[in-house]
């Protein structure tokens, strides 16, 4: 048998409604408007001295305690809602009233999702009023009560706008692969987020979004996955400056190298003495930076083809060779 809801006023018993179990506080509230007349948005609900939580199941036989909130006017709805779905953040200096009226803090929330910390406590455990403020604003999940920083497709919702909003979901969450996952591609730097689950650090799949964003993300990879050459090759083609966080062993790698001096020459400096002497990693190096031929080996220093390349205007540091050692070509200077 369905359970009784005893719904109370100051005065005393209002109505009594039976419902499904399963239901949910949309279902409530929109039986208390058939039966009193009340509309919903004009509805604060108490079970005890705490608000009614959407995500109570309506479970056994219960009372609440029914509230009517202040009605708006037509000509004032109509104007908060123009102002509202022009900016959201209108809703900081509207009335109680209307920071309490589900339908206009959902227009508020569409504009701008932080507008959520504005609206009336209870419609921050309002699961779709939520819903589209972290849909327009990932981070107004701080604002979500602790049950919906618990549910995981709004959570999910809200890191694939804002990788950095799940430092606000749920501590399960926050470890759930999936969710971290999301979070990553949305914002490889989320990783190195000191709310982010330390060993997650050691997934790899985890690791390969987050360098494949922002290959600097290598170094907040476990010291293991430092060593896998398949994530330190994404990582030095999404940034070159990866290779020093890399392990020492891939400076002698040639086909890492040369990922990372295309990146940016001068980090030639980082590789091995053997390709320091190889000439095609060396060319590509020059070729970015004139300045990077300070870090070849000596008898390649001296090529004539490198030395033309590396004093070439526009080399980022143009340089030349001066009694066997390399100089900046200043502005000017044609020698």
């Not at 849909?135 to 809200?158: F, H, I, M, P, R």
């Not at 964003?213 to 060593?227: P, T």
């Not at 020459?265 to 300045?291: I, K, P």
């Not at 220093?301 to 205007?313: E, G, T, V």
Request: aromatic letters at 6%.
């Amino acid at each position: 048998m369905s359970p009784e809801i005893r719904v109370l006023g100051l005065a005393g018993e209002l109505c009594s409604l039976r419902l499904p179990a399963e239901s949910k506080l949309p279902e409530l509230k929109a039986a208390i408007q058939k039966a009193l007349g009340i509309p919903s948005h004009q509805q604060r609900l108490l079970r005890g001295s705490e608000e009614f939580n959407e995500w109570d199941g309506l479970g056994e036989d219960f009372e609440v305690s029914l509230l009517r909130q202040a009605a708006l006017t037509d000509s004032e709805r109509s104007y908060w809602a123009e102002q509202l779905q022009k900016d959201g953040m209108e809703l900081l200096y509207a009335p109680e009233e209307v920071q309490a009226d589900r339908e206009l803090v959902m227009l508020a929330v569409q504009q701008a999702g932080e507008a959520l910390a504005i609206a009336a406590d209870d419609l921050h455990h309002d699961r779709p009023v939520v819903l589209h403020a972290v849909k327009q604003n990932g981070l107004s999940l701080t604002y979500a009560s602790a049950a919906l920083k618990n549910d995981k497709d709004l959570v999910l919702t809200a890191v694939r706008q804002n990788g950095l909003a799940l430092r606000h979901a749920d501590g399960r969450l926050r470890r759930d692969p999936q969710v971290a996952m999301a979070a990553v591609q949305q914002n490889g730097y989320v990783i190195s987020d000191s709310s982010f689950d330390a060993s997650l650090r050691d997934d790899p799949d985890i690791a390969l979004a987050a360098v494949s964003y922002d290959g600097c993300a290598l170094k907040h990879v476990s010291a293991q996955l430092r060593k896998d050459r398949q994530i330190v090759l994404a990582a030095v083609r999404s940034n070159g400056n990866a290779i020093m966080w890399a392990d020492p062993v891939f400076r002698s790698d040639r086909e890492v190298m040369l990922q990372a001096v295309r990146y940016h020459g001068t980090l030639l400096r980082c590789a091995s003495e053997d390709l320091r002497h190889d000439r095609e990693v060396v060319y590509q190096a020059v070729l970015g930076h004139g300045y990077a031929l300070s870090y070849a080996s000596t008898p390649l220093r001296a090529d004539p083809l490198l030395l033309r390349l590396s004093s070439r205007p526009h080399c980022h540091i143009p340089i030349r060779l001066e009694d066997e050692k390399i100089v900046y070509i200043e502005d000017g200077d044609d020698r």
